[in-house]
């Protein structure tokens, strides 16, 4: 009696491992069409020259790429500009987000409609964000520039996006403009998660607005501060559909991003080989913040 | 103000509020109105009038935004499912792995994906337009759903075992249909990360007939189009009404997926 129950458990644990395999063979097939072919061809091919044409004229060059990497000027440009940017827009939208999210919680009226306004750009592609900012720019009808005409401030007048000192600045705005909205809605989920009975305690104690946020609220959002800071560097680090359509990296490369760097050398220059180390570098720093994530999440799922 | 509000708190926050979205409104309104510039409702007009392709443009946004979903949906809740609860080697190395690729940008394998769509005969395709960039869109549709399907518990999966159906049906008839949650989540989010996206199309759309919105206003910018910015705008409105209606109608049933739909930038 017992052989045929253990080998009909065997055939329930092969179906279950066959099972397995046959849902995620769509995904493994897309992504090592993708994903894992396009890592080992990029990692491959950083140590080529190669205009990305002909296979042919394809020739090995060690080092090269990575040494004329690490050399060019624009490398350090384009790393400081991502600071820069990763720097101010985290903080920013950490701020704003937070703000916009604690003058929505005692919901009073209108509070979905403003949740909403926030959240919109959002939703709406980096080319209408783009093209719209490109139009509060502009030098002569744009509003900016209009207003400070109008006001007398002549002096302050830009070519925004044409001004070497000004034209990174705007793209950070365009982008906390387009992303503040997410931030608030991270910061609504962590609020909710701490207690009422730690509010009222703090109420009862007689602590005050700026001392409950303080001690209670800021130290309490702690998960949600990770999440975000993450999230911004992450998304630093591939910033590219805004800059392209603002600046294409200038005027005078004053913009460049890796991401822009990358594009360039591909699209424009057809310089694979030295594309693929600019990849290569930017893969890297994406799966170590991609590790450290899921890290914090291991930890907060513990916790 | 955290647990009571007292009168002069309520009337800052409100005022606060208010400055905020006019903030918000100023840019929207800006666009809005410069889009009747000059010509008034004739620059919506002249957008399908004047032999601009904006019909097949419109089409091909829905259609590869569509695919997309399908795909995504398709692909993702079936391994989802399996990574939350089907029991195989490797089961959670794999998983790792997909979630380590999973904030890489699509631009960083330009060069393969040139080199594959060149060798499959796919550039200026559909299949070009709709399977890159629904790929790198996979593994936040995986975490979303695998993350629900966790909070499932087994014991409909044993009862399903019990009365004898294999786990296509315990995935199909049981998980799937309780997912649906999550799954209008990752619908929503996809659905409008493909209809905005700029960077597929630009590697891989080559002729005006292959364009999608996001490049029909890069196409109207050029001069062959005449560059007119009030065209541009309305261009621009008539891409973001979609967008902001489905997020108006889905915004009761998108929780968690906010925050998760912002992930992918």
Redesign the interface.
Known sequence: MKKPKSGSLLRMKRAEVLSGYLFITPIIILLGLFVFYGLFYVFKLSFYKWDGFMPETMVFRGLKNYSILIKDPLSLKAIVNVVIFMLSTVTVQMFLGLCIALLLRPKLLGHSFFKAIVYIPVTLSTVVIARTFMGLYEPYFGIINVFLRNMGLDSLTRVWLGDPKTALWCIIIANIFQWTGAQMVFYIAGLTTISEDVFEAAQIDGAGFWKTLKSIVWPGLWSTHTTVIVLGIVGAIKTFDIVWLLTQGGPGNSTQFPATMLYQAVAQNSQAGYGAAISVFMIVISVLLSALQISFNKKKQEA | ?????SRK??II??V??II??AI?????G??IL?SFKVGGIKNYTYLFTSGFPILRMIFNSVFVSIMQVLLIV???S??A???SK????G?DK?F?V????????L??????????MKFLGWMNTYAALI??A???W?PIA?LILKNYFDSLGNELMEATKIEGG???TI?YSVYAPLSKPATVNVIVFAF?NS?????NPL?FSRTEEMRT??MA??SLSSSIHGAR?EI??AC?VI??IP??I???FF?KHLG?G??S???K?
């Not at chain 2, 103000?1 to 509000?5: D, L, T, V």
């Not at chain 2, 089907?86 to 080697?89: E, T």
């Not at chain 2, 631009?107 to 594959?116: A, G, H, K, V």
């Open positions: 103000m955290f647990k009571s509000i708190e309520r926050t409100q606060l509020l905020i979205t918000y409104l100023i840019p929207m800006f666009v410069s398709g692909v993702s079936p391994a499912f399996a990574f089907i029991n195989f080697p089961r794999i790792l997909i979630m380590l690729t999973m904030s890489i940008s631009l960083c394998f330009i060069t393969p994906l040139f080199q594959t399977l890159p629904a790929t790198f996979l995986i294999g786990y296509i995935w409008i209809w905005n996206d700029y960077l590697l919105l996001p206003v890069i910015p541009i705008f621009l891409m973001a967008s902001i489905i997020y108006l915004q968690e906010m925050t739909g912002a992930v930038g």
